[in-house]
């Protein structure tokens, strides 16, 4: 029989999942999915080892980030795990430390392009906790993040190791994704810059042009690309699609017979709207009243609609079950939200 947790056992487990945000892991494995769906790739077994080293890399921004800001948080927010003690300064920087490791042993699991590319990650999560957060470069910083961390997923999807199942550039292709990742990743930073003390309007509100932006590019369809091999069938005067010939094959089927009609909304613009539904309206209450409180909120709301935001990217390269399946992350997040702050 396992013991029940003691309340100095809880007590620890509530300040450790305080530290490295808990709540907001949710957010992280649709950056691997999203990226893999991007690139024109099905998720395999390079796939799981991008989103193990995501959530450790993550995990470890978290704790240094927490290490960096201990003199500013024991000021400004002392109920946080270093400030009030609960956790010490040293053993924030150690799991800091263990969780790149582990992130990056994860990543070589994947191939030398996967451990590439999460090696210029860890070095930009460093970075940003131990120097650039707090100048200008801070935003931009975070956002080039989260956009390699797509690209992480992408690569380790299409380039594992000692198989070359996909053309060299085939990576690539989930540039466009990771760009939108990293506008709302840009956007969101932004705002938190004021979560403590609030009083901007024109922050949120240029967060709110760019969720807005970003949620209309999604909705706009782009074709597939075509696959390889012989060119299509000419089409027949008399049908709205190529003439299937006498044995139609699968791609047939999946690229002409199942593609949505165009009366139908398509997923990808449903989920576009979602994501920009999530944050739109705390960033307007926050551009309406800039407390602090109003702020913390708004970033929250842009945490969350990540998820809905990966689904969408995910639908418009045509992963519609990777999009439906990260949907089912958004419920995780926001009850593990209730209990823990992602912010």
Partial sequence: MTRPLTGAATGRLRAWAELLRVSA?????GDALAGAAAAGARPGRGTLWAIGASLCLYEAGMALNDWADREEDAAERPHRPLPSGRITPAAALAASAALTATGLGLASRAGRPALTVATALATTVWAYDLGLKHTPAGPATMATARALDLLLGA???????HRATHPPH????SLPAAALL???TYAVTAVSRHETHGGSTRTPLAALAVTLTVAGTLSTRTPPSPPPGPPAPRPHPALPFPNPGPNPGPHFVRSHLGRPHPGRPHLGSLLALAYARTPATLLLHAALNPSAALTER???GGIRATIPLQAALAARAGATGTALGLLGLVPLARALARKVSPT
Wanted: no cysteine.
């Fill in 25 to 29: 892991l949710a957010s992280v494995p």
């Fill in 155 to 161: 690569t380790a999807t299409t380039h594992p190791p």
């Fill in 170 to 173: 085939r990576a690539f292709r």
């Fill in 182 to 184: 990293g506008a709302h």
């Fill in 298 to 300: 708004a970033v929250g």
